[in-house]
Nanobody
């Protein structure tokens, strides 16, 4: 049992900032990576940012230089600092966790948060 809770979304003006948080809980044997996807109405879900257990990060080209992902894997927590927000950043942001659950199986699985709405509008 792994539960993922994401939070921090809201309404901000263009150029503003927002910080998303995500925490995983439950029986986690090994945490490989955490990250964020986003999905806007009528659009495909896309990877926004990811960080693995070594601290290696991946960003979508559209957010490079504006968004920063950071983690505290000791707390099974990841953050997404979003600066210089644009209207096109408006979407539901979903945290995901790539982890091996407790219980003896060696396979990893993806676990998802419920999503948090980010709206960038004047």
């Amino acid at each position: 049992q792994v539960e993922v809770v994401d939070s921090g979304g809201g309404l901000v003006q263009p150029g503003g900032s927002l910080r998303l948080s995500c925490a995983a809980s439950g029986s986690i044997f090994r945490l490989y990576a955490m990250g964020w996807y986003r999905q806007a109405p009528g659009k495909q879900r896309e990877l926004v940012a990811r960080i693995n257990s070594l601290g290696i990060t991946t960003y979508a080209d559209s957010v490079k230089g504006r968004f920063t992902i950071d983690r505290d894997f000791a707390k099974n927590t990841v953050y997404l600092q979003m600066n210089s927000l644009k209207p096109e950043d408006t979407a539901v942001y979903y945290c995901y966790v790539d982890a091996v659950p407790g219980g003896g199986d060696i396979r990893s699985f993806d676990y998802w948060g419920q999503g948090t709405q980010v709206t960038v509008s004047s």
